[in-house]
Every structure is written in C-alpha cells, then in structure tokens.
C-alpha cells in the first residue's frame, strides 16, 4: 500500500529537549514536505526537500532542521522546542516528474506535538 | 500575510443541503487551485482541483468555480451528506514554481443528519 508514515504519532515534550519526528515514503518520491497545522491559520509549509540531499526552507523555518540522507526518509528535528512549536505537523511527498495537477501530494496521518 | 484566505470558518448543512466554501487569492501567478479534505486524525487528502483555464469543474456531488477576474474560487458541495463532515481545505501554486502550496485557514463542515 503506498503511503506516508509519520512516528510518533502524539509526542509530549517539554521545553529544550531535542526531539526527532521520523517521516517515510514508499513511493519513490523524490518531493518530501514538513507541514504544521495550526487553527485559523491552516497548512503552513516549514521545508521541502526536491531530492536527496536537496533542502529548502518553506514559510516558517525558524526553530526547525531537516535532512534528507536518503530517498524515502525526511526527518523533522526540534534542537529546542518552546511552546509555540505545540502544533500538529504533517509529512508530505509527491513525484517531481510531473506537476501538482497531474501528480498528486500525498500527506502522513499527522504528528500532534505538545511542548510544556 | 495570507495569501489565500478561506470562508466561512466552519459551516452546519443539513443533510441535502447545499454546502459552499469560498476562497479569495493574491497571486495573480497562482494557476492550479486544489481542495483538499481532511477528515480527524487523518492527513489532507485531495478532493478536486481546478486550472484557471476553466470555470468549472464537477466531480460527483463536488463543484468548484472559479473567478479569475474576481480571484475567487468556490467549493460546491451538492446533497451534502453526515460523511462530507470534515475539514476543507482551499490550496494555490504556481506550478513552475514546483511543489509549493499556499493554504487557506480551512473550513469544519458539519452535515447535520
């Protein structure tokens, strides 16, 4: 079954300590996106990755590092969550071969974050 | 900023009903307009998308227009059902510009039985 995984799936931290939330895709996608998910503000994009080795910061970065060591995984890292990182965040990955109207954005079930 | 602004912020149908959720952009350079569904403890999903190009688009009970000159675009939800019930998301993207899509605010349905 093709789809994206996100672990963990609820996390409870508390302020500075250093926290991973593991993204895989089994599609071959080469596009990976982080997304957080706040209310009335909707889907924010934090980076994007187009392929290996290739990073790029989406719209709100600050506080947030990324990598993409290998095809299917792209790691979110928090060196020092605060409390305004409490968010629900979501992994996405899409071919690149194409575009958005003929390859579709596929999104994981969601990371619920909760930073004390 | 937000680029994409989404309306109303939640919406209770009937079951039946008409259910409509608006969007207004800013980028005249936006060029493919997707609505995304997203249903609790589940990731977005895509509903129906659109391409300025065109005016209208159906699939099943789901419409979207669009207003290029207005830019707006609109989802139309027909004989909305208690499964519709969920959270709807209006997206933009240049699609030069690769993989990058701006987000409305979303919008919680709630189709009444």
């Known amino acids: 079954e093709a789809q994206v995984t996100q672990n963990p799936r609820y996390l409870i931290t508390v302020t500075g300590k250093k926290l991973t939330v593991t993204c895989s895709q089994n599609m071959n996608h080469e596009y990976m996106s982080w997304y957080r998910q706040d209310p009335g503000l909707g889907l924010r994009q934090i980076y994007y990755?187009?392929?290996?080795?290739?990073?790029d910061k989406g719209d709100v970065p600050e506080g947030y590092k990324v990598s993409r060591k290998e095809k299917r995984n792209f790691p979110l890292i928090l060196e020092s969550p605060s409390p305004n990182q409490t968010s629900l965040y979501f992994c996405?990955?899409?071919?690149?071969?194409?575009?958005?109207?003929?390859?579709?954005?596929?999104f994981g079930p969601g990371t619920r974050l909760t930073v004390l | 900023q937000q680029q994409v602004k989404q309306s109303p912020q939640s919406l209770i149908v009937q079951k039946g009903g008409i259910s409509i959720i608006n969007c207004a952009y800013e980028?005249?350079?936006?060029?493919?307009f997707p609505w995304y569904q997203q249903f609790p403890g589940k990731g977005p999903a895509l509903l129906i998308a659109i391409r300025p190009d065109v005016s209208e688009k159906k699939e099943g009970r789901f419409t979207i227009s669009f207003n290029k000159s207005a830019k707006q675009f609109s989802l139309h939800i027909m004989d909305s059902q208690p499964g519709d019930s969920a959270t709807y998301f209006c997206?933009?993207?240049?699609?030069?510009?690769?993989?990058?899509?701006?987000f409305g605010e979303g919008t919680q349905l709630t189709v009444n039985p």
């Open positions: 997206a933009a993207s240049i699609e030069t510009s690769g993989s990058r899509l701006t």
């Open positions: 996405a990955s899409r071919r690149v071969a194409g575009t958005l109207s003929t390859d579709t954005q596929y």
């Open positions: 980028n005249t350079a936006f060029d493919y």
């Open positions: 990755s187009m392929n290996v080795e290739v990073t």
